[in-house]
Each structure stands twice: as C-alpha cells, then as structure tokens.
C-alpha cells in the first residue's frame, strides 16, 4: 500500500521567514510530484510540480526531490499571512489506475 | 477558459439514500478523476474516467459508481449512503489519461456532502 507521510502540523513560522514543509513516500515507483495549497472549506490548488532529483524554483516557492530517499520538500521564502494553509504532498506513480496518493497535510500558520 | 465546476456546492441527505454529484471539467481536458476528502484527511482516489470509461479505481465500494459523458462532464452517484459517506467530494480534470506526468489535476470547487 502507497503510504506519504507528512507532519500535520500546525506548523507556525513568523511573516517573513522560511517555511520549511517534508513529505516522504514508500513508493519507489513515483515518477512525478505535486504540492497543492488548500485553503479551510475550499479545494485544493496546484503550486508545485516537480519530477527530477534537484531542486526546481518559482518564485517564492522551492520544491527539492530526493529520489533515493524518497523525500520531497517545499520551500516558501518570505511567508506571508497569506501562505497559511494547509499543504498537501502527492506522488504520482504512473499507469493511470491509481490516481493521485495524497498525504494528510500540513497545517502552516504564518504568525504577523 | 473554463475551469472546473461542480454541483451542487452543498448537500444534506439522510441515511439509505441515493445521491448524484456532478461535475463539468476544464475546457480541454478529457480525463476526469473524483476524490474524498473526509475532514483533517487528504483527499482520496475514488476512480477516474477517460473517453467514458472507468480506468483506474481506489479502495471504494460497487456503491460509488460513475459516468462521463461526450461532453467529459462527469457524475458520481453513490448508493445506500452510509454516515461515514459525509465528506467533501472533489472532482478533478486533466488532459492526458493518466493525469500524472506532466499533466496535474485541476480541482472543482467541491461538493460538501452530510449524511445524518
């Protein structure tokens, strides 16, 4: 079974600081990675894709993949108030028959 | 462009019902998927429809069936509803079949979904 763990938080970082948010998977067949924001009763919303051992920058936003650990991060320089959400991890294995494996979440809080 | 909509945005139905949810994908997408997400949990692959057939399905009971249609717009229906059924019901779009490499999903706003 897929497992992705992340820590549910809430994780608090003060307005202008780094927040730092680490997910790992058990599937070594995971091909492709995503990090949605969601927001408290809404949906979730594409911020990251990443899909080679490195890291992958936009804007504000780092995302670092490190295959043979099986450990994907997302960066988020200068957090703002608005950046608190909750961040979910999704690895992607491929072959169309198992959809997305999503982890529960971490909870940021962006303190002003 | 179209993003993707869902309907309705809220529902309240009793135990032993039936209910249809639906869902209309973003303009160009051919591939649509359906998630829940029970509260403090991510969100969970029901299954997912290409060119209107199921072609992938999570851990869920024969209760929880689909449709795509021509359109790509999609429904889920879910029978004999249980209390545990309560949960936000995402539906999801994308271009390529497997909604994966490369190609991301793009939620729906959601379907709120209570059973009493």
């Known amino acids: 079974q897929k497992e992705v763990e992340q820590n549910s938080g809430p994780l608090s970082v003060p307005e202008g600081a780094i927040a730092s948010l680490n997910c790992t998977y058990s599937?070594?067949?995971?091909?492709?990675f995503f990090w949605y924001r969601q927001y408290s009763g809404k949906s979730p919303e594409l911020i990251m894709s990443?899909?080679?051992?490195g890291d992958k920058e936009d804007g504000r936003f780092t995302a670092q993949l490190n295959k043979a650990s099986q450990y994907v991060s997302l960066l988020i320089r200068d957090s703002q108030p608005s950046d608190s959400a909750t961040y979910l991890c999704a690895p992607y294995s491929g072959g169309g028959a198992d959809g997305l494996t999503f982890g529960k979440g971490t909870h940021l809080i962006i303190q002003p | 462009e179209t993003g993707v909509t869902q309907s309705p945005t809220h529902l309240i139905k009793t135990r032993g019902q039936q209910v249809t949810l639906r869902c209309s994908s973003q303009?160009?997408?051919?591939?649509v998927s359906w998630y829940q997400q029970a509260l403090g949990q991510g969100p969970q692959f029901i299954f997912q429809y290409y060119r209107e057939e199921e072609n992938g399905r999570g851990n869920f009971p024969p209760r929880f069936s689909g449709l795509q249609f021509p359109n790509y717009s999609s429904e889920l229906n879910v029978n004999a509803l249980e209390l545990d059924d309560s949960a936000l019901y995402l539906c999801a779009s994308s271009s390529a079949r497997t909604g994966g490499y490369g190609s991301p999903l793009h939620f729906g706003n959601g379907t709120r979904l209570t059973v009493t």
């Open positions: 599937d070594r067949g995971s091909q492709s």
């Open positions: 303009s160009g997408h051919n591939t």
């Open positions: 990443i899909y080679s051992n």
